[in-house]
Every structure is written in C-alpha cells, then in structure tokens.
C-alpha cells in the first residue's frame, strides 16, 4: 500500500517505523526544523531524521491550507495518509485526498481525552486505564469513526513518559493491524456525550499549589514527567519535582509549609506531599534525601 505519513514527535517515529518495514512510504510530512540553543543549531523532528537516513521525501509545510500544497499532496497519488501527532490541522482537500482517506493515531480511549494532550490529562485526572484509538479523520477535533482500540492499565507509578512510551508502541501494533484489515474493518461512531478535552499543556501550568490535596498534586507530578515537569520556586530558585508520595496524615500547619524530615514533606490543603526525586537549577535529577545532603531547605512556607 502507498502511504503518505504525517508526524512530527518520538511518538509518531515507532509508526512510521513499522509501516516502513511494510508498506511503500512515498512521502513523510513533518514539522519545519527550529532554530534552538546559543548557536541557533537547525533541530530536525525525530521522524524528518529518520526519513531522510530511510531515503524518504520529507516535506515541512507550515500550512496545508494553500490550494498549491494540496495539490500536491494529491500528486503523491498515494493509496492512504497515516497521521500520528503531526501538528498542523488538516483541511478537507486533504483529508479527502485519497481513496481510503486518513487514518489517525489518538493517544487515548476516544471519546474520552480528544485534543492535544490526552497523555497528561488521563493521568493528572486519575483515570484508571488509557490506550490507544485508531480513527477515520474528519474536520472536527478527532471526532471521526473508531476502527481500533487497545488499552493499557494507569497504575500508581505510571508517568507520562512511560505512557508515552507504552501508547507509542501500541499504536504502531495496531495500524499494523488495521491496515491489514482496512477492507474488513466496520467504522464505529462516537457518542460525543461522552467525550473530555484534553486542552495543551502550558508550562506555567507546572507550578505546584499546595492548597490543594496531595493527591491531586502528586498526579500532576506523575503526569508532567518528564514534560513539563512539575516544580516550587525556593529563594529564587525553581526546583522541579519529578517524584513524590502522599503521605495519609493532616498538619495543623498551613500549606505549603515545608517540614524537613528524611525527605522534604510539604503540607497540603488536605493531607502532605513527600517530594522523592527533585531536580534544582542546572542540576542532575537525584533522590531528595542526596539533594538534602547537600542543600537545607528551612521549614518555610512556599
């Protein structure tokens, strides 16, 4: 089958990996290279890269929107289009481009978690189990028929990078299978009654406040690791907090109030917070109790 595949993170490039190894991959969109760091270094996507070293076309437009680029995304005359978190809405002409359309690759259990962040947001909400949505693409904000899912369970020491990880395996394992049975798949519609927005992640959004539960707080830990990571901000410096426990016991103090023991405790609104891995400015990621060997905190209130 020829494909054209449109991705632009780490969790596209296990996708394009596999299809790749089984089908004709005529072309690959991706987002345009960044300029970043002192040296304004040229920073390539991880799927650019791995086109161009497989002999790929690669093509970054910055809109799809324009009657010339759509024109020739159709030249490919390719059978399908394969989307994985590539980055940049997709209008009609091109989602009516070829015979079999556009398949999407969703990072949850759709309805629930459409938009841009359904990793973080299931975990920083406390849903039991997350997966994977394999999905006909329409106009609306992945709303289009189901044609696959797997599902994988969230447990207490779930972050968001190992289940990046884990969705991004499952969702090339699933393709696979559902281009082998494009022909045979029944498409199964949403109810949109059911469906949660997974809004993007903000960095400032990473700040903990310690007003609320420590339950909440030590989920927004999980979910924000290793991006963008949570963190407090202690005499000027920020500390990014990339671990923590709830601790089952209330303090008569107020929160945010920093109690030193073996580790680092905060008192929450309702219950405390024992930070476990911490990160200070320019720092490597240690264990709290090495950061305290080297660094006092004074029982403060944040």
């Known amino acids: 089958m020829k494909i054209v595949f449109m991705g632009t993170p780490d969790f596209s490039l296990s996708v394009l990996k596999v299809l790749t190894e089984k089908h004709d991959v005529v072309c690959v969109y991706t987002q345009a290279p960044k300029e970043a760091g002192r040296g304004q270094k040229v920073n390539k996507t991880p799927v650019h890269i791995f086109a161009e070293e497989n002999g790929i076309e690669v093509r970054t437009p910055k809109t799809l929107r324009l009657e010339e680029e759509q024109r020739k995304f159709k030249d490919l005359g390719a059978d399908i289009a394969i989307v994985a978190a590539y980055g940049l809405i997709l209008p009609l002409p091109i989602l009516e481009a070829f015979p079999k359309g556009c398949i999407n690759v969703h990072a949850s259990l759709l309805p629930r978690w459409r938009g841009a962040a359904p990793i973080q947001r299931c ?54 299978e559902v281009l082998d049975n494009i022909d045979n798949i029944k498409p199964e519609k949403q109810d949109g009654d059911f469906a949660t927005y997974a809004k993007k992640i903000e960095k400032e959004e990473g700040r903990l406040d310690f007003n609320l539960p420590a339950e909440v707080l030590e989920r927004k830990i999980r979910a924000f690791n290793p991006y963008p990571a949570t963190y407090f901000e202690y005499k000027g410096e920020r500390f990014k907090v990339l671990g923590a426990k709830v601790l089952n016991e209330n303090s008569n103090c107020k929160p945010g109030q920093i109690l030193v023991r073996d580790n680092l405790v905060v008192v929450c609104g309702k219950k405390m917070l024992e930070i476990t891995q911490i990160q200070r400015q320019g720092k490597k990621i240690m264990s709290c109790c090495d950061c305290l060997k080297g660094f006092c905190f004074e029982e403060i209130i944040l």
Do not use: C, R, W
């Not at 044609?147 to 699933?174: F, N, R, W």
């Open 123 to 176: 975990i920083e909400a406390g849903d039991k189990k997350s997966g994977v949505t394999i999905m006909n693409m329409e106009e609306g904000l992945d709303t289009g028929d189901m044609l696959l899912k797997g599902e994988v369970e969230i447990t207490p020491k779930t972050t968001g990078g190992i289940l990046h990880d884990q969705l991004s395996y499952m969702g090339a394992e699933l393709m696979v």
